[in-house]
């Protein structure tokens, strides 16, 4: 009896678990690119100070997405970028399951992280770019990229690349719901070159539809 009631009064002991921290950043968002029909899954994760030594991801029926294990001589790894691949369609959702999905990590310190975050199929409406129009050509003077508006969504993301140059030059520029137009800076054009415009619409979830169109400028 004294060794039964010593083995429960250990088992007490130890069976409170110590608490957990919030991931400082945790999301997982829908993509769609709209121009090319095809749709991908993005998670972001930031840890604290110290870098992770563990980093689990489950979904919302209970499978593991991945398990990341850093090597126990280096610091770890604060930061994550996480993509699945882009499949036609939405065939990739079938993977990712509406719900909610749990993150777990340990830092190099033993501190135990965890936070859980809501996935959404729901996608907003694409954007129409309606200028440039795909396959202009444009004088290199000024560019005002416009197009039309989203409703319910609480921003836009424009990107704009110069395809002609290594490494490609690339703006990107978050802007206001209300806003449908961005003028390019005068000095990311040049006479002669290719670029790719593309217009994001974000909902309220996080997740994202994009619209592209290409375009060149004149000699």
Known sequence: ???????????GSV??????TEFEEAAIAVERNDT???TEVVIDLTAGDEGLRTLHMRTPDGRWIAHVISHPSSEGMREFHFESPEPAGDRILASYPEGTYAFHGRSTS????????DLSHELPAAPTIIN???GEVVGADALTI???AVSGIVEYIVEFEN???DPEQTLTVNLPASTTSFDVPAALLVPGADYQVGVAAVG????????????????
């Open 132 to 134: 440039p129009v795909q």
């Open 110 to 117: 033993g501190e135990r992280f965890l936070s859980a975050v």
């Open 15 to 20: 069976a409170a678990k110590p608490t957990a």
């Open 146 to 148: 416009q197009w039309s």
């Open 36 to 38: 090319d029909g095809d």
């Open 163 to 165: 395809e002609s140059v």
């Open 204 to 219: 309220d979830n996080g997740n994202i539809t994009v619209t592209e169109t290409t375009f060149s400028t004149a000699e």
């Open 1 to 11: 009896m004294l060794c039964l009631t010593a083995a429960t009064g250990a088992v």
